[in-house]
């Protein structure tokens, strides 16, 4: 029996700019669906038979034409350019910085995240590399697109691409969190127990609960949104007019205060701080009051601050990083010898920055090193070479299957009103709670061992921690 293809588009001016394909196959039906000019997700279903197959196929394609989709001819439109910080960087005229060690990503890189354990970066061309702070590289895996960001979220860490997906990368293959609708362009995104805060290059915000579904989402007052940060309470979105806070749950807006273009954001947790065009890191209250800023040379392109915001860090359009004390004196200036820093983080007495080189820069911002650099006295860098085998490729619909149901905590996927719904088997666990777990694996009826399930920070739901294996 021959296998069935229909492949519909939808296009709009300003808007979206995705694809859906069915494919019919004996009793399999495939859908593949994503932005045009990308591969898409994939997902399969067994049916009884062709004739139900056919028939599932007929709904979901009747559903897309309802919505605007049109049949198509795969290749035709071209996929659109994904936006991206254009900047020239130039070279700081202040003595350089006492960088440690750097590791060559290959590519402009925006993502950044470091604890205890490790350090990672990710860059343009969908590289994620994790080093230890011995600055041996322990892992690469490659995403199918650009890594615009890397965020933490208790225990989770996501990293959020230009195919419109967030990856949860806690086990040992990324799976597919949250998938973003396919017209928005994401330039940040944020995430607190669950709900994801994105933002956009239209200056737009939207908030997504822990199924993947939109809470809401607002046009927002300016654009180019830089910025995005989540706490319990509220999303502070920054853009081109300045940095506005929503009610995470409804959207409401709360306070708008005008600062310069944002083009960074960070929090702490009273306060937030907007890096602008303006030359000048702003700290504001969580209520919208400025309480502070602290003044640049040049453009702000990232921020961040020690622990209670005791110093705070800025990287400027000429490659140069900055240290302000809480009150806004600065300490000093220095170069980073790799470019202008895109993303950074401070850790231990170590500022680390990925910059429009594509460098992960680990500095010593220790008193000692920094008075010892302003008089020209810097550490021989250590350059990090990358493996030279190729970064292993992301397959985030495969899934490991196990007849061992011994060790983890076991799930099943369940359909509810039209919905894929994921619930806890095992015992010991709230049957009518569900479970955040990863939309491209879900297949109904199929049941899962996953290594740990969490309650959520503020209850009512589990989230799915590590390693996924499907039960035979």
């Not at 067994?46 to 028939?55: I, L």
């Not at 890096?275 to 040379?297: H, I, M, P, Q």
């Not at 911002?365 to 860098?381: H, K, L, N, T, Y």
Request: with cysteine; net charge neutral.
């Amino acid at each position: 029996m021959p296998q069935e293809t229909t492949y519909l588009e939808l296009s709009e001016v300003d808007g979206a700019h995705k694809f859906y394909e069915v494919a019919v196959d004996d009793a399999t039906l495939t859908v593949r669906y994503g932005r045009i000019g990308d591969q898409g997700q994939v997902k399969a279903s067994a049916y009884a038979d062709n004739a139900r197959a056919r028939a599932a196929a007929a709904k979901k394609i009747g559903e897309k034409v309802r919505k605007g989709y049109a049949p198509a001819v795969p290749g035709i439109r071209q996929k659109r350019s994904v936006s991206r910080r254009q900047i020239v960087s130039t070279r700081s005229t202040a003595r350089t910085a006492p960088v440690l060690w750097r590791y060559d990503s290959g590519a402009p890189a925006f993502g950044i995240f470091v604890d205890e354990q490790h350090c990672m970066v990710g860059n343009e061309h969908g590289v994620i590399t994790t080093l230890g702070h011995d600055a041996q590289v322990r892992s690469q895996v490659r995403l199918p697109d650009g890594v615009k960001c890397i965020v933490a979220d208790d225990a989770w860490v996501y990293a959020g691409c230009d195919d419109g997906n967030v990856y949860d990368l806690s086990g040992k293959v990324p799976r597919v969190a949250y998938a973003i609708a396919p017209e928005i362009d994401i330039y940040w995104l944020d995430i607190h127990d669950g709900v994801l805060g994105v933002s956009d290059a239209d200056g737009g915000i939207a908030a997504i609960d822990h199924e993947d579904e939109f809470l809401w989402r607002r046009p927002g007052r300016g654009r180019s949104a830089w910025m995005v940060r989540c706490d319990t309470d509220a999303l502070y979105h920054g853009h081109s007019q300045g940095v506005t806070g929503y009610d995470w749950r409804t959207g409401r807006e709360l306070w708008h205060t005008r600062t310069g273009s944002v083009l960074f954001g960070w929090q702490e947790r009273g306060s937030v701080f907007a890096g602008t065009g303006t030359r000048e890191v702003v700290r504001l209250a969580k209520d919208g009051r400025v309480e502070r800023s602290y003044r640049c040379d040049a453009p702000v392109f990232s921020c961040a601050t020690a622990e209670g915001g005791r110093f705070v860090f800025a990287g400027d359009s000429q490659s140069s990083i900055y240290c302000f004390d809480a009150a806004g004196t600065r300490l000093w200036k220095l170069g980073t010898g790799c470019g202008s820093a895109y993303s950074m983080q401070y850790h231990g007495d170590r500022l680390y920055v990925v910059t429009t080189g594509g460098h992960l820069a680990c500095i010593d911002a220790s008193e000692p090193a920094i008075r010892a650099a302003q008089s020209g006295d810097v550490p021989d860098v250590l350059d990090v070479k990358a493996p030279r085998q190729a970064p292993r490729t992301v397959e985030p619909t495969v899934v490991e299957v196990t007849s061992d149901a011994g060790a983890g905590v076991v799930v099943q996927c369940l359909t509810d009103r039209g919905r894929m719904r994921v619930q806890v088997v095992s015992d010991g666990y709230r049957r009518d709670w569900s479970v955040q777990f990863p939309k491209g694996i879900r297949e109904p009826g199929a049941r899962y061992l996953v290594t740990e399930v969490r309650e959520s920070g503020r209850g009512g739901f589990y989230r799915a921690y590590g390693d996924i294996r499907r039960l035979r």
